[in-house]
């Protein structure tokens, strides 16, 4: 009996029956968003036809590459980064990449202790979602890296978020339309673009009813929102509805309003922002800005795979956000 193994498939047998170049065949396997939809099609059926395997280790190799990127986030516990990972996640493994994550916890240190990481040669990209380049990385080129959520001031670096400035408008103006005029804003960390996008959407919805003294600014913790309420329902002329910069402050101001015997929404009307996953199931459900978080990881992976491909970075990408109306308003 011949106990020959059979002969293992070469690329160059999927572009034969695909009809395309090899170089093609390459592109459209790393994720290339310059391959059209019915080239990448044929390439596929040929894939599957032949049960062509990538070798990754041997492309790793040859490349001079880890097939490894590298997700810099700043606070793990926060419940918002958790779906924009699995994004990120899910495409990389689809392209057969690994994805390790570094929490910075807003650490000088730690991020520069990772930013070195990046420059030995352990990851071949980097997801930010920390709103900022590491000093570390300055001279590193804007095609090893992507933005997620925050885009990077200055920068060259490409971005997918949604357009914070829109949905903070959208939200206020829901609020107005209600009647409210004495609407509050606790936002996030000063310095933080997002922070700054939403005030902004806040601020030119109120138009001639903005009143300074209902801005209030947080962490994007729980305590930070409920300090940051507390503070405004002490004065005399209190907010009869607040928007806040994320889910977890509104939560915050949430239970504020409860310590005062507020009611809501009757007599204060919340809303928060990300649409995290206890947003509906808290009591009473929390009406919110809904981020498609997964789909940013999803979209910023497929980016950065498509760079260190060889890809032009492209301009900024702002995706759909979706304004989720639920009990607290």
Not at 50 to 78: C, K
């Amino acid at each position: 009996m011949d106990q020959t193994p059979p002969a293992r498939l070469k690329m160059t047998d999927v572009a034969r029956l695909a009809g395309v170049s090899v170089a093609t065949v390459s592109r459209a396997l790393s994720g290339s968003v310059l391959v059209s939809q019915d080239t990448r099609a044929r390439i596929e059926a040929a894939v599957e036809a032949t049960g062509y395997v990538v070798n990754q280790v041997a492309a790793g190799l040859r490349l001079q590459r880890s097939r490894q990127i590298l997700v810099m986030l700043p606070d793990i516990a926060n419940p918002f980064f958790g779906e924009v990972v699995l994004g990120i996640e899910e495409e990389a493994q689809h392209q057969g990449f690994g994805v390790l994550i570094g929490n910075t916890g807003r650490s000088p240190d730690r991020e520069a202790a990772l930013a070195r990481q990046f420059q030995t040669g352990a990851v071949d990209g980097l997801v930010l979602l920390t709103g900022r380049r590491p000093a570390l990385l300055a001279d590193v080129p804007a095609s090893r890296m992507v933005a997620v959520s925050e885009h990077i001031a200055d920068d060259s670096i490409a971005t997918v978020s949604i357009d914070n400035h829109a949905a903070a408008i959208e939200a206020v103006g829901y609020l107005r339309g209600l009647g409210h005029r004495r609407i509050a804003h606790i936002g996030g960390p000063a310095g933080n673009v997002l922070t700054a996008q939403r005030f902004q959407g806040y601020r030119d919805a109120q138009g001639g009813d903005f009143d300074p003294r209902l801005v209030r600014y947080g962490d994007y913790s729980i305590a930070s929102g409920e300090a940051a309420m507390r503070g405004m329902l002490d004065e005399a002329a209190r907010p009869t509805a607040v928007f806040c910069s994320n889910d977890e402050m509104a939560v915050g101001a949430i239970r504020a309003a409860r310590a005062f015997g507020i009611g809501v929404p009757a007599g204060l009307a919340v809303i928060g922002f990300d649409d995290i996953p206890f947003a509906g199931a808290y009591d009473p459900p929390l009406t919110t800005v809904r981020q498609p978080r997964r789909q940013m990881g999803r979209l910023a992976a497929r980016i950065l795979l498509a760079a260190l491909a060889g890809d032009e970075l492209p301009a900024p990408t702002a995706l759909p956000h979706l304004l989720v109306v639920r009990q607290s308003s």
